[in-house]
């Protein structure tokens, strides 16, 4: 499986920024999708998942109410919603598939999202 995602960039406070990922090779394999995030200095962290058998999310706590995960399952296509953008949510982010409901088993490179104060 392979993963590219898009969409990352440079947004003031407030803004929105909308990631886009596109999975290909053994997709049919795949029962999770997702997106992590990694700040300088920190560990890579949970920012959204979706369970493609049922579509259940799960968003991380710091992120509810402003991010939206969503799944385009013809097009095999994962997509974030970042609205009300904070300087702290400046990380590369990563998307992620799983083998598994819960759990990454592949990596896609990471997208730097920049957001200005």
């Known amino acids: 499986v392979q993963l590219q995602a898009s969409g990352g960039g440079l947004v003031q406070a407030g803004g929105s920024l909308r990631l886009s990922c596109a999975a290909s090779g053994s997709i049919l394999s795949i029962k999770s999708m997702g997106w992590y995030r990694q700040a300088p200095g920190n560990e890579r962290e949970l920012v959204a998942s979706?369970?493609?058998?049922?579509?259940?999310?799960n968003y991380a706590d710091s992120v509810k109410g402003r991010f939206a995960i969503s799944r385009d399952s013809a097009k095999n296509t994962v997509s974030l919603q970042m609205n009300s953008l904070k300087p702290e949510d400046t990380a590369v982010y990563y998307c992620?598939?799983?083998?598994?409901?819960?759990?990454?088993?592949?990596w896609g490179k990471g997208t730097l999202v920049t957001v200005s104060s």
């Open positions: 992620a598939a799983g083998l598994f409901e819960y759990g990454v088993t592949y």
């Open positions: 979706i369970i493609n058998r049922d579509g259940r999310m």
